[in-house]
C-alpha cells in the first residue's frame, strides 16, 4: 500500500482550450495512479483561490487523506514526465518535511523583500503554490498557521473601497518565511518546472527526458502557470514530448 497520495482541489470540468486538465489525469494514470480529487463545492461553495487551502485542511481533517505523505497539485496547468514514486523519492533527498515549487518571478508581490534576502542557488527562487510535497501532518500544521476560518473568499472591502482576492499562493509565501515546520523551496527544478515566461533555449528535447540545462535536472513534471498556459511555442514542444499532441 502507497505511503502517499496525489491530491488535487477541483471545482469541475475546465472549460477553456489551453488548460491541461485532461492531461494532467492522463499522464497519471501512465502510472497507474489514480489521484484524490477534492470538491466540496455542494456544501462549501468556491469563492476565489483562498478555498484550496480550506478544502485541502478539511480533506485532511475529514481522512479523505489519510496517508502521512501527500502530493498537492495543480490539475489544470501542470503534466507528469514521470510517475509519483519518482517524485517520492527525489522528495526524500530534499531532507525537509515540505518541499514547494519555485519560479522566476514573485506574484503577488507582497512577500517579494523576504524572499530576496534568502540567498537562492537559481534564478527559481520565489514560491509557487501548484505543486507541494510533504509529510500531511507538516502540511495540515502549515493550514492550521493560516488560521482558514478568519480568511475570507473573494469580496469587496467596504473600508478600502476595493475588490479584494485573497489567494493560496500568498498564503503559501507567508507561511513559508515563517517556516512553522521545515519548509524548502524546489530551487533546481527537480520535482516541478515552471514554465511561466520560460527561455526554451534552455530546455533539451534531445534525450527521453526534458532537461533543464540551466540546472543540470530533468523535471518529473511541467507546470504550463501564468504567460505559458496558451503559447504554444512553449506548451507544444512540451506535450509533444510527452505523447500529447
Not at 511555442?233 to 512540451?238: A, T, W
Request: one cysteine or more; charged letters at 25%.
Amino acid at each position: 500500500m502507497k505511503d502517499y497520495s496525489v491530491v488535487t482541489v477541483s471545482t469541475g470540468e475546465a472549460k477553456q482550450w489551453y488548460y491541461l486538465q485532461k492531461e494532467w489525469y492522463c499522464t497519471l494514470r501512465r502510472y497507474s495512479c489514480e489521484p484524490i480529487t477534492v470538491n466540496y463545492q455542494s456544501d462549501q461553495p468556491w469563492n476565489g483561490f483562498s478555498m484550496k487551502p480550506k478544502w485541502l485542511y478539511r480533506a485532511i481533517k475529514e481522512k479523505l487523506i489519510d496517508t502521512p505523505y501527500l502530493i498537492f497539485s495543480d490539475s489544470w496547468d501542470i503534466v507528469w514526465a514521470t510517475s509519483p514514486a519518482e517524485v517520492m523519492q527525489r522528495y526524500f533527498s530534499f531532507e525537509t518535511d515540505i518541499v514547494i515549487n519555485a519560479e522566476r518571478n514573485m506574484f503577488p508581490p507582497d512577500y517579494k523583500e523576504g524572499f530576496e534576502k534568502i540567498k537562492a542557488p537559481t534564478d527559481w527562487r520565489y514560491l509557487n503554490s501548484g505543486f507541494i510535497v510533504g509529510k500531511t501532518e507538516a502540511i495540515l500544521t502549515c493550514l492550521e498557521a493560516m488560521d482558514l476560518s478568519n480568511v475570507l473568499g473573494d469580496h469587496w472591502d467596504e473600508k478600502r473601497q476595493c475588490q479584494e482576492n485573497p489567494d493560496d499562493q500568498r498564503m503559501w509565501q507567508k507561511i513559508f518565511l515563517e517556516q512553522p515546520v521545515p519548509i524548502g523551496l524546489d530551487y533546481y527544478c527537480q520535482l516541478s518546472q515552471t514554465m511561466h515566461e520560460a527561455d526554451m533555449n534552455i530546455f533539451d528535447f534531445s534525450g527521453e527526458r526534458i532537461k533543464n540545462t540551466a540546472t543540470n535536472s530533468y523535471p518529473c513534471v511541467f507546470h504550463l502557470n501564468g504567460s505559458a498556459k496558451d503559447k504554444l511555442h512553449i506548451r507544444n514542444p512540451i506535450l509533444s514530448h510527452l505523447k500529447l499532441l
